[in-house]
């Protein structure tokens, strides 16, 4: 069962599928790549930060 969804925003491949925020005014899914940097753009500071040998 091959599921052809593409992410909304770069149109790659979606391996692992994540609903956008409602306030993000997105349709359809996101790849992983783009949902994190979206949290980014709009909660900055506010997700856990995986690089912490930076802090
Ligand atoms: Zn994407």
């Known amino acids: 069962m091959a599921l052809k969804e593409k992410c ?16 993000w005014k997105i349709k359809g899914s996101l790849c992983g790549e783009c949902y994190s940097k979206k ?4 909660y900055p500071g ?10």
């Open 39 to 42: 949290l980014n753009e709009h």
């Open 8 to 23: 909304a925003i770069c149109n790659g491949k979606i391996q692992f599928r994540f609903s956008p925020m409602k306030e």
């Open 46 to 55: 506010e997700h856990v930060r995986v690089n912490k040998h930076l802090d």
